[in-house]
């Protein structure tokens, strides 16, 4: 199958690249960019010298429909929202990395990303794509709206203890981390290194983005309006989300109870690796790789659950979860191209 990639310069961009270009069943024919068109990609990432001969050429929607039959966009917000409409409706799907189509409701869009949201007919035909809770939509999709890294991180530490009734939805705490390849390519004085070097600080209390995503899906999955304490970091890293979340337990639980709980909800699903009780994953156990690692500690003191969930935010954050959800939407197995190995150290 040809696809093409929109955004051809970013991380996200970069990472789809490496892992479609083994992949079985996929070639990226066309890569988009509108700064970069007439460029070769291997000028911007020279470590694609050799391995990945393709110009960058700007976006003609009609001739692109022509030539593929799927499109991802790596874009940054409020760009897709314009192409994505004429692309489906001649027939193309499109899998959209950034935040244009997670939202259903346009008043939260406007407040959090500042500009209206794309049109209502278009929304409400994009499926949320966390594969581990949306498989049969996925199948049938032609917008796939592709989750946040925040998001992704924290929904799956959250769903097995939400949707079982074992905890006070009104006491989420979210404590979360991210490394400075979260914040893209662009120059940045926040990710600066004589800012950020030996540095650890949180941003954007109370207005991130992510949370009204955070927040949709656990309502619609709880049914019932949940709101959470959500406060975000950025750690001198380059790649990986560590989200910590406390919440009150219901009644007294051990640890061992819970991740059987955890174990069994997650059972079909190839990338969520429950650990064993005593043992906390960390970034690194994640790094490179599609899996999302969760680890439980059950306080009997304090009556708390302490839930941490670890990804990479470039894979399973973003380009891996990308081409999980493309697995699925072509009936492909899930894991095909993306099941390597974590890289360590």
């Known amino acids: 199958m040809d696809v093409a990639i929109i955004g051809g310069t970013g991380y996200g961009a970069v990472e789809l690249i490496r892992f479609l270009h083994n992949h079985p069943h996929v070639q990226v024919t066309k890569i988009i960019s509108h700064s970069n068109s007439g460029t070769d990609l291997s000028e911007v990432y020279p470590h694609l010298t050799e391995i990945i001969d393709l110009e960058m050429t700007p976006l003609n929607v009609d001739e692109l429909a022509k030539e593929v039959e799927l499109v991802f966009f790596a874009t940054p917000s409020n760009v897709s929202k314009h192409y994505i409409p004429s692309l ?12 244009d189509f997670r939202l ?16 209502q007919r278009y929304i409400d035909q994009a499926v949320y ?13 032609s917008i796939l709206a592709n989750p946040g890294c925040y998001p992704t991180a924290t929904t799956l530490g959250l769903l097995p203890v939400l949707e079982n009734d074992l ?3 009104s006491s989420i705490i979210i404590d979360a981390k991210t490394g400075t390849s979260g914040a893209g390519r662009g120059l940045s004085l926040n990710v600066h290194f004589s800012e950020m070097n030996e540095n650890f600080k949180a941003y954007k209390l109370g207005v991130h983005k992510h949370i009204p995503e955070i927040e949709q899906l656990l309502t619609e999955r709880a ?9 975000p970091h950025i750690v001198p890293m ?21 991740i059987d709980v955890y174990q069994n909800y997650y059972k079909n699903d190839p990338f969520v690796r429950v650990r064993r009780n005593g043992t906390i994953p960390s970034t690194r156990e994640v790094y490179g790789s599609n899996y999302c690692d969760i680890g439980l500690y059950a306080d009997e003191r304090t009556g708390k659950l302490i839930i941490v969930s670890v990804i990479d935010n470039l894979v399973k954050g973003a380009s891996g979860q990308a081409v ?7 009936g492909w197995d899930e894991t095909t191209g993306i099941n390597q190995l974590p890289i360590y150290p």
């Open 238 to 258: 380059t790649r990986g989300i560590m989200s910590t979340i406390y919440v009150d337990l219901k009644d007294k639980q051990s640890t061992d109870y819970l």
């Open 223 to 231: 049914k019932e309006e949940i709101q959470v304490t959500f406060t």
């Open 324 to 330: 999980q959800n493309m697995n699925i939407m072509c």
């Open 167 to 169: 905890v006070d939805n």
């Open 104 to 119: 259903r409701d346009g008043e939260i869009y406007q407040t959090y990303y500042g500009e209206e949201m794309a049109t």
């Open 129 to 141: 794509g966390l594969p581990e809770i949306n498989k049969e939509k996925i199948k049938q999709a």
């Open 88 to 99: 489906m409706d001649k027939g193309v799907r499109c899998i959209d990395l950034s935040g």
